[in-house]
């Protein structure tokens, strides 16, 4: 069966700080791995690696996949309290997407 | 553009009777699939349309669940009849092709007593 781990299951930081989520996957039929945000409804999308060794960035989140470890990390720099949410790691095939449970992540001032 | 939209936001029904949600897909997206998630666990996969036919549809729980994609625009998902272990958030996704990424509705709250 498909599965998706992320650790860790909680996180609390302060604004400012740096952030790295993780997650492995055992899948078959890989073909992306998926982060998304969920704040109160729904999850938006925030990156999609099929390769890996290549980094995604888009503000200060980053991404990178390791597919001979299978495994990717989620970063943030200089976490902003708007950073809250939990950030859901999902492993996508050629049709139905596998997701972990999810990093809850909270950033107070 | 609109996003995924889903209909109703939240739902409370009595065990044994029926709901039927909706979600409409982003337009062009022939891709939509309907995930679960349950209180405490983790977002599972339901089933997925390609327009109208259904290509996957392994995750479905049980017979009591129904999807329907007439004409290949919006789909509905029926519970009939709906048992307690039926509540939870249930998200619906598009994406333009297989493998592309999904956009996630804002989930239907289902609460069953």
Same mark, same amino acid.
């Given at each position: 069966?498909?599965?998706?781990?992320?650790?860790?299951?909680?996180?609390? %930081?302060?604004?400012?700080?740096? %952030?790295?989520?993780?997650?492995?996957?055992? %899948?078959?039929?890989?073909?992306?791995?998926?982060?998304?945000? $969920?704040?109160?409804? =729904?999850?938006?999308?925030?990156?999609?690696?099929?390769?890996?060794?290549?980094?995604?960035?888009?503000?200060?989140?980053?991404?990178?996949?390791?597919?001979?470890?299978?495994?990717?990390?989620?970063?943030?720099? =200089?976490? $902003?309290?708007?950073?809250?949410?939990?950030?859901?790691? =999902?492993?996508?095939?050629? $049709?139905?997407?596998?997701?972990?449970?999810?990093?809850?992540?909270? %950033?107070?001032? | 553009?609109?996003?995924?939209?889903?209909?109703?936001?939240?739902?409370?029904?009595? #065990?044994?009777?029926?709901?039927?949600? *909706?979600? !409409?897909?982003?337009?062009?997206? !022939?891709?939509?699939?309907?995930? *679960? *998630?349950?209180?405490?666990?983790?977002? #599972?996969?339901?089933?997925?349309?390609?327009?109208?036919? #259904?290509? !996957?549809?392994?995750?479905?729980?049980?017979?009591?669940?129904?999807?329907?994609?007439?004409?290949?625009?919006?789909?509905?998902? #029926?519970?009939?009849?709906?048992?307690?272990? !039926?509540?939870?958030?249930?998200?619906?996704?598009?994406?333009?092709?297989?493998?592309?990424?999904?956009?996630?509705?804002?989930?239907? *709250?289902?609460?069953?007593?």
């Amino acid at each position: 069966e498909d599965k998706v781990v992320q650790s860790p299951l909680s996180l609390v %930081v302060h604004e400012g700080d740096t %952030v790295t989520l993780n997650c492995s996957y055992e %899948v078959t039929n890989f073909r992306s791995l998926l982060w998304y945000k $969920q704040e109160k409804k =729904a999850p938006t999308f925030l990156f999609m690696l099929t390769s890996s060794g290549i980094e995604k960035k888009s503000g200060r989140l980053s991404s990178i996949l390791d597919k001979k470890e299978l495994f990717s990390i989620l970063n943030i720099t =200089a976490t $902003q309290t708007g950073d809250s949410a939990v950030y859901l790691c =999902a492993s996508g095939g050629y $049709q139905k997407v596998t997701f972990g449970t999810g990093t809850k992540l909270q %950033v107070i001032p | 553009e609109a996003g995924v939209t889903q209909f109703p936001s939240h739902s409370v029904i009595e #065990k044994g009777q029926t709901v039927t949600l *909706r979600c !409409d897909p982003i337009s062009g997206h !022939d891709n939509l699939y309907w995930y *679960r *998630r349950v209180m405490g666990k983790e977002i #599972k996969f339901l089933l997925h349309f390609v327009k109208e036919s #259904k290509q !996957d549809e392994s995750g479905m729980p049980n017979n009591r669940f129904l999807a329907e994609r007439t004409g290949g625009t919006y789909s509905t998902l #029926k519970v009939q009849p709906a048992e307690l272990e !039926d509540s939870g958030v249930y998200f619906c996704a598009s994406s333009l092709g297989l493998g592309w990424e999904q956009f996630f509705g804002p989930g239907t *709250r289902l609460t069953v007593l």
